[in-house]
């Protein structure tokens, strides 16, 4: 955490070492922190210069006068400075960037009246499409069609990792053939259980993000004509609005998907309560998935499937799949 105010990762862990060393020298601070005592002594020299700690009975050692012994100054004189450092040049930074983004939209004003820039090609898309997820802040809106074309999957996991852990509402409505694979059923299942939302719909328009309500990418095309990938970045303006109206209307008619219900645990289901894996097969049946093509999706057996389904139709007191879909919604298992 000391990285943010300049120092490397073995300053930061010598330093830290001595927060339960008050007094050491260079070969004791070298073992606990596991780095050679050279190092170290070159570290703690250059921490010495900084204010950060100071040296005491100076001294050489072996045959001669004690080594050379280090004490930290208190962090909250030593640091404080430190971190003003950061806070300007953040404030520098911030400041730069308002420039840079205003001078990109006048400029851009005298083009495509700043609302839309084109991207074309994979290696483009793809750091545009990573730069709207990763410099999300508050929420992410995406609608997924197909397979991926210019962002591989795993980079994709990566940033969408990376969002839910900042705390960015993410919510995804997904195309009913776009979980057509185990592997894909199992990422989304994993980002699910991380915080993502997923609803499913039988059919959509297009692929999009939409990323704080700000900004918008949309592929331009989406045939198989074998041309560049291209797409457009909606900047705010009446069509990024209609964006952000489409994505709430799907996600208000889409079911939801792999999500933890009411009554759903992880755990084996109770006498009352389904369990998340029987839910997951609930939710695939209620999208129009067929037990074989469900069972597929969840690396299941169809046994397995139609076990699940009876079980939950015990436990809801119904004589039809119909009746639990209703049941289902009405209990809020779904």
Sequence with gaps: MLQALGLSPAEE????????????????LALQAGIAEAESDRILRDLAARGLVVAVNPGGGNDGPPPTCYRLTPP??????????QRNALHLAETAFSKLTEQYRTTAAHTAGGVVEVVVGVEQVAHRFLQLQRGAQRELLVFL????????REDTDTSESSALERGV?????????????????????????AGLVLRLADSLPLKMVVSDRERAMVPLDMTESGGEP???????????????????????QGRPMFTTGAGAHDE?????????????VLALLLAGFSDRRAASELGLSIRTVERRVRRLM????????????????RVGWL
Excluded: C
Excluded at 22 to 28: F, K, T, V, Y
Excluded at 230 to 252: C, D, K, N, Q, Y
């Design 169 to 193: 509402d993410f919510r995804v409505v997904a195309d009913k053939e776009y979980l057509a694979g185990h592997e894909v059923v199992q990422d989304v299942r994993e980002a699910v259980a």
């Design 76 to 85: 909250s004189v030593a640091l404080a400075p430190l971190l003003a450092e």
């Design 13 to 28: 862990a010598v330093y830290t070492a001595m927060l339960v060393r008050p007094s050491a020298s260079a070969g004791e």
């Design 230 to 252: 291209s797409a457009i970045v909606v900047h705010p303006s009446g069509l990024l609005t209609a964006l952000v109206h489409l994505f709430e209307r799907e996600w208000a």
């Design 268 to 280: 084996p289901a109770s006498d009352q309560q389904p369990a998340a894996e029987e839910l997951e």
């Design 145 to 152: 069609v197909g397979e991926p074309i210019a962002v591989p």
């Design 314 to 329: 015990d436990l809801s007191g119904v004589e039809s799949r119909l009746q639990l879909g209703w049941h289902a919604a």
